[in-house]
């Protein structure tokens, strides 16, 4: 009706003017009865659904209209013509359809229509409020998880290590623990068991050490409750631990080792002093025996010379009565200088044609004496080797500084020989019997064997 265009079926409001469709301009456009007045009321009234305060708006201005002179002027019974109204207010936009809360007609503001309009806007700021809160707490929860396997895997490990530098230490302690022990036994060692008494000073010393950081290992533990840093603190001290113990170990071994040497050279020491004051008081018993058979033999020989001058001998006389003689005969090799004491019953042999020694037989004992010496190369040991051991089945030996005694059976009958090796000669004496006299021979043979007596310097060369 406003501005004449064709308008769609159902439209209420004009696609063109903007101007609704129901009624005539007359429902929509005031006519100010006084025209100062209604136009002052139109341009300023803001209840007027065709005015809105967010678009700009064409106004437009009629010329006012006298009623009186329109009466005047028009025909009655003649239809008044249809003009367009005084200051109408033509929208630029188009009107929200009619029925709406704040659509024309309702007389409210258009505050409505914008309450709508924001409603989807406020749930989309909700929906990424929402997002952004979701986002935040899965990067907070992911944060954290990560913090926590990191801080997890780290305990672990060092839980791990820690554990392995104890097992370390106790390791070591258990495999030192029989050479500790055996050091605490060498440290009973007495001062006249050593040759150095400050070796065994040291020892202890040494074991006290080791003794003491081997026993406290108190706060050496893992708990799996521990922190990381609580347990490389262990793991620190573990290790330490370890390099102090053996350290402290290899100079218990140290200490060891000088005691067993002093131990070593003393045993050695006091036996070679035992050695040689066993030698002296042989040699003084041999030089004894020897004066004595020398002496004994000197009066036999008298006691000889005198039956013979009484004419009570015969041809061996000499022999008979050294058989029959209770006395001891001493014979001295000229040509080696060495001496033995022989019982007097014994008749002695004519000596060797090199003179190297001469034998003694007692026919009723069917026992035979021989005393002889020779010259060697061989060491006492070699000598006893090559000698005896390799070609006699010795039932017993012995291999004593320069002394070597063998003794042996061949059959029934039994062989004993002693000999005293000294400047590249071998002095012996040596005894043959049947075993079947042995209780009467055994005691004839510890009586001479020591008697064998060497000269102060070799001879015979």
């Given at each position: 009706?406003?501005c004449?265009?064709?308008?769609?079926?159902?439209?209420?409001?004009?696609?063109?003017?903007?101007?609704?469709?129901?009624?005539?301009?007359?429902?929509?456009?005031?006519?100010?009865?006084?025209?100062?007045?209604?136009?002052?009321?139109?341009?300023?009234?803001?209840?007027?659904?065709?005015?809105?305060?967010?678009?700009?708006?064409?106004?437009?201005?009629?010329?006012?209209?006298?009623?009186?002179?329109?009466?005047?002027?028009?025909?009655?019974?003649?239809?008044?013509?249809?003009?367009?109204?005084?200051?109408?207010?033509f929208?630029?936009?188009?009107?929200?359809?009619?029925?709406?809360?704040?659509?024309?007609?309702?007389?409210?503001?258009?505050?409505?229509?914008?309450?709508?309009?924001?409603?989807p806007?406020?749930?989309?700021?909700?929906?990424i409020?929402?997002?952004?809160?979701v986002?935040?707490?899965?990067?907070?929860?992911?944060?954290?998880?990560?913090?926590?396997?990191?801080?997890?895997?780290?305990?672990?490990?060092?839980?791990?290590?820690?554990?392995?530098?104890?097992?370390?230490?106790?390791?070591?302690?258990?495999?030192?623990?029989?050479k500790?022990?055996?050091?605490?036994?060498?440290?009973?060692t007495s001062?006249?068991?050593?040759?150095?008494?400050?070796?065994?000073?040291?020892?202890?010393?040494?074991?006290?050490?080791?003794?003491k950081?081997?026993?406290?290992?108190?706060?050496?533990?893992?708990?799996?409750?521990?922190?990381?840093?609580?347990?490389?603190?262990?793991?620190?001290?573990?290790?330490?631990?370890?390099?102090s113990?053996?350290?402290?170990?290899?100079?218990?071994?140290?200490?060891?080792?000088?005691?067993?040497?002093?131990?070593?050279?003393?045993?050695?020491?006091?036996?070679?002093?035992?050695?040689?004051?066993?030698?002296?008081?042989?040699?003084?018993?041999?030089?004894?025996?020897?004066?004595?058979?020398?002496?004994?033999?000197?009066?036999?020989?008298?006691q000889?010379?005198?039956?013979?001058?009484?004419?009570?001998?015969?041809?061996?006389?000499?022999?008979?009565?050294?058989?029959?003689?209770?006395?001891?005969?001493?014979?001295?090799?000229?040509?080696?200088?060495?001496?033995?004491?022989?019982?007097?019953?014994?008749?002695?042999?004519?000596?060797?044609?090199?003179?190297?020694?001469?034998e003694?037989?007692?026919?009723?004992?069917?026992?035979?004496?021989?005393?002889?010496?020779?010259?060697?190369?061989?060491?006492?040991?070699?000598?006893?080797d090559?000698?005896?051991?390799?070609?006699?089945?010795?039932?017993?030996?012995?291999?004593?500084?320069?002394?070597?005694?063998?003794?042996?059976?061949?059959?029934?009958?039994?062989?004993?020989?002693?000999?005293?090796?000294?400047?590249?000669?071998?002095?012996s004496?040596?005894?043959?019997?049947?075993?079947?006299?042995?209780?009467?021979?055994?005691?004839?043979?510890?009586?001479?064997?020591?008697?064998?007596?060497?000269?102060?310097?070799?001879?015979?060369?």
């Amino acid at each position: 009706m406003n501005c004449g265009q064709p308008l769609p079926e159902g439209a209420t409001v004009c696609g063109n003017c903007g101007y609704p469709v129901q009624g005539t301009p007359e429902d929509t456009v005031t006519m100010p009865s006084e025209s100062h007045a209604a136009n002052s009321s139109v341009q300023s009234s803001s209840a007027n659904p065709l005015i809105y305060s967010e678009t700009p708006t064409a106004v437009i201005h009629m010329p006012s209209l006298d009623n009186s002179a329109q009466n005047s002027t028009q025909p009655a019974g003649q239809p008044s013509p249809v003009l367009p109204p005084q200051n109408t207010v033509f929208p630029s936009a188009p009107l929200p359809p009619a029925g709406n809360s704040g659509g024309i007609g309702s007389g409210a503001p258009d505050g409505g229509t914008q309450q709508s309009a924001n409603k989807p806007s406020r749930k989309r700021v909700w929906i990424i409020v929402t997002a952004i809160v979701v986002v935040l707490a899965l990067i907070g929860g992911g944060v954290f998880w990560y913090v926590s396997s990191r801080r997890k895997s780290e305990v672990a490990a060092a839980q791990s290590a820690c554990q392995q530098a104890v097992d370390a230490l106790n390791t070591q302690t258990e495999e030192n623990a029989a050479k500790v022990e055996e050091a605490a036994t060498l440290a009973k060692t007495s001062n006249s068991e050593v040759t150095d008494a400050s070796t065994v000073k040291q020892l202890k010393s040494a074991l006290d050490k080791y003794q003491k950081i081997t026993g406290d290992k108190s706060g050496l533990s893992c708990p799996a409750s521990a922190s990381a840093e609580a347990l490389r603190q262990v793991t620190s001290r573990a290790q330490s631990w370890r390099e102090s113990q053996a350290s402290d170990f290899k100079s218990l071994e140290t200490a060891m080792n000088a005691v067993q040497s002093s131990k070593e050279q003393k045993a050695k020491k006091t036996a070679e002093e035992e050695a040689a004051k066993k030698k002296a008081e042989q040699q003084k018993a041999e030089q004894e025996s020897a004066q004595a058979s020398e002496s004994a033999g000197t009066e036999s020989q008298q006691q000889s010379t005198q039956g013979q001058t009484g004419g009570q001998t015969d041809g061996n006389s000499s022999a008979g009565q050294s058989a029959g003689s209770s006395a001891t005969q001493t014979y001295a090799n000229s040509r080696y200088g060495f001496t033995v004491t022989v019982p007097g019953d014994f008749a002695a042999q004519p000596e060797s044609d090199n003179g190297d020694g001469k034998e003694f037989v007692n026919s009723s004992l069917n026992m035979t004496i021989t005393a002889a010496a020779m010259h060697t190369t061989l060491t006492p040991q070699q000598y006893f080797d090559q000698t005896y051991r390799d070609r006699y089945n010795v039932s017993y030996s012995l291999v004593d500084g320069d002394v070597v005694v063998a003794s042996w059976k061949d059959g029934s009958t039994i062989h004993y020989v002693r000999n005293i090796l000294r400047e590249g000669v071998v002095y012996s004496v040596s005894f043959e019997y049947p075993e079947s006299n042995k209780p009467q021979c055994d005691p004839i043979l510890e009586a001479v064997a020591p008697t064998l007596t060497p000269p102060a310097h070799a001879t015979g060369l």
